[in-house]
């Protein structure tokens, strides 16, 4: 299993047990882990990037130190998928997707890991502080989930990145 930073904590700690006391001693909170009950449902949950959130690190560090445990190379910053995003706001964007979202999910790199982008949109909506919004980035036009979002009675806005035509911003509020 290769170690990155949307891999699901329970499964990096089925592949690598040793990483557990390094995991928990970056994240406290996460020593209720050694209960097996709390280890299927949270862990299932849980991104090694919330790790390093709830340890106040920086994911891409936490990561590469996994990596490095387990004997993996280190991933550079192109590797880490960083997204270059032009949020400008133009005149016939909704007044609501005005600002920073609150959260941004990389649906690209979701699907390359075999993920569904719907799940962790999903999980963040859950958290999303009244009055923002999530930013959903993909390579393609998400339609299914703009339909799961609308039918949720979501508010949302699709559209093309100015700087590139082939990044599709989805906001979800």
Same mark, same amino acid.
Request: hydrophobic share 40%.
């Given at each position: 299993?290769?170690?990155?930073?949307?891999?699901?904590?329970?499964d990096?700690?089925?592949?690598?047990?040793?990483? =557990?006391?390094?995991?928990?001693?970056? +994240?406290?909170? /996460?020593?209720?882990?050694?209960?097996p009950?709390?280890?299927? #449902?949270? *862990?299932?949950?849980?991104?090694?990037?919330?790790? +390093?959130?709830?340890?106040?690190? $920086?994911? $891409?560090?936490?990561?590469? #130190?996994?990596?490095? +445990?387990?004997?993996?190379?280190?991933?550079?910053? =192109?590797?880490?998928?960083?997204?270059?995003? $032009?949020?400008?706001?133009?005149?016939? $964007?909704?007044?609501?997707?005005? *600002?920073?979202? @609150? /959260? !941004?999910?990389?649906g690209?790199?979701?699907?390359?890991?075999?993920?569904?982008?719907?799940?962790?949109?999903?999980?963040?909506?859950?958290?999303?502080?009244?009055?923002? /919004?999530l930013?959903?980035?993909?390579?393609? @036009?998400?339609?299914? !989930?703009?339909?799961?979002?609308?039918?949720? =009675?979501?508010?949302?806005?699709?559209?093309?990145?100015? +700087?590139?035509?082939?990044?599709?911003?989805?906001?979800? *509020?």
């Amino acid at each position: 299993m290769e170690i990155r930073r949307l891999s699901k904590l329970f499964d990096v700690l089925e592949a690598y047990p040793e990483l =557990e006391a390094q995991i928990m001693n970056i +994240a406290p909170p /996460f020593k209720s882990l050694k209960n097996p009950v709390l280890r299927q #449902t949270v *862990g299932k949950l849980a991104t090694l990037e919330k790790v +390093a959130q709830v340890g106040g690190m $920086d994911p $891409d560090r936490l990561v590469n #130190t996994l990596r490095r +445990a387990v004997g993996q190379a280190e991933l550079s910053p =192109e590797h880490a998928a960083r997204l270059v995003l $032009d949020l400008q706001r133009k005149e016939q $964007d909704p007044e609501w997707v005005s *600002g920073e979202p @609150e /959260f !941004i999910v990389n649906g690209t790199e979701l699907l390359q890991q075999g993920e569904v982008p719907l799940g962790r949109v999903n999980e963040l909506l859950g958290q999303l502080a009244p009055g923002r /919004f999530l930013l959903l980035v993909t390579n393609f @036009e998400p339609s299914p !989930i703009l339909e799961a979002m609308r039918k949720q =009675e979501r508010r949302v806005f699709h559209k093309t990145s100015g +700087a590139n035509q082939e990044q599709h911003l989805t906001f979800i *509020g």
